[in-house]
């Protein structure tokens, strides 16, 4: 493996334009959660593990940015990084491209949780050894490449009453 993670392509379809004839807000969240479950396979956390175990991976906190609008049809990708993690959390970084065009559309950081799902209920669980060490290796080799500019963005106070 080098470079990022280029696991998911898709494109632009018809339930996901809204009035504007551009894709709607909330449907790059799905092209993104696509993304997160391709990474959650490729890290040892796929259907196999999910249906023996009961784990998984939840999101618990995102940020999204939008740069450029994508229409009905475009073709798209996701470069998918692993920034880092911990016992239980695992934090990764998608980046959401016009394939043809080559340009960035939209990013996302996003924080999830391992948990385990079971007779009891949700609860949070740590990586198993064989995921947190590819988990690792992973973390280690996306290191190598730098932290995205657009990573740790958060909304900005522009002077909303009440802050």
């Known amino acids: 493996m080098t470079g990022a993670l280029r696991l998911w392509e898709g494109e632009v379809l018809t339930e996901w ?11 790059y969240a799905v092209a993104f959660g696509e993304a997160s479950w391709r990474v959650q396979d490729h890290l040892g956390l796929h259907a196999d593990y999910r249906a023996r175990t009961g784990g998984t991976l939840y999101s618990v906190e995102a940020h999204l940015t939008w740069a450029r609008e994508l229409s009905l049809g475009q073709r798209l990708h996701v470069e998918s990084f692993v920034l880092g993690a911990d016992a239980k959390r695992l934090r990764v970084f998608h980046r959401l491209f016009a394939s ?3 340009y960035c559309a939209a990013t996302m950081d996003v924080m999830m ?16 050894g064989d995921v ?6 992973v973390a280690a080799e996306h290191a190598t490449l730098g932290v995205p500019e657009e990573a ?4 900005r106070d522009i002077g909303i009453r009440g802050s």
Do not use: K, W, Y
């Open 113 to 128: 949780l391992h948990v385990v799902q079971g007779e009891g209920g949700v609860r949070t669980s740590p990586f198993p």
């Open 132 to 137: 947190a060490r590819r988990i690792e290796l």
């Open 152 to 155: 740790g963005r958060s909304v």
């Open 100 to 102: 043809g065009e080559g």
């Open 17 to 27: 334009v809204d009035a504007n004839r551009h894709m709607n807000d909330g449907c």
